[in-house]
């Protein structure tokens, strides 16, 4: 499974900015599909993902400001991003868990400016 992210960049504080992780294979195949980043000095941590059931998670801190979508037909993965801190500064991950086996994408930077 090769996994592709996209649409980092440098934003102000309370701006959006949309991720979008473009995979060889659909969404929908996947066991689990979701989005990790890792801050400086910091363990890779879970932002959101789909688990096999199709349900999502995310982590306490992006409730209600992140959202992660998919679309199996582009079998792309997406994580729109709104009223961004600075501790949202980090490189996203897109990750994919396909038969057991784990399936990491070269990540995308995140810079929040306060």
């Known amino acids: 499974v090769q996994l592709q992210a996209s649409g980092g960049g440098l934003v102000q504080a309370g701006g959006s900015l949309n991720l979008s992780c473009a995979a060889s294979l659909s969404p929908f195949s996947m066991n689990a599909m979701g989005w990790y980043r890792q801050a400086p000095e910091k363990e890779r941590e879970l932002v959101a993902r789909f688990n096999s059931a199709g349900s999502t998670i995310y982590t306490d801190s992006v409730k209600g400001r992140f959202t992660i979508s998919r679309d199996n037909a582009k079998k792309t993965l997406y994580l729109q991003m709104n009223r961004l801190n600075t501790e949202d500064t980090a490189v996203y991950y897109c990750?994919?868990?396909?038969?057991?086996?784990?399936?990491w994408g070269k990540g995308t930077l995140v810079t929040v400016s306060s």
């Open positions: 990750y994919a868990r396909w038969y057991g086996l784990d399936f």
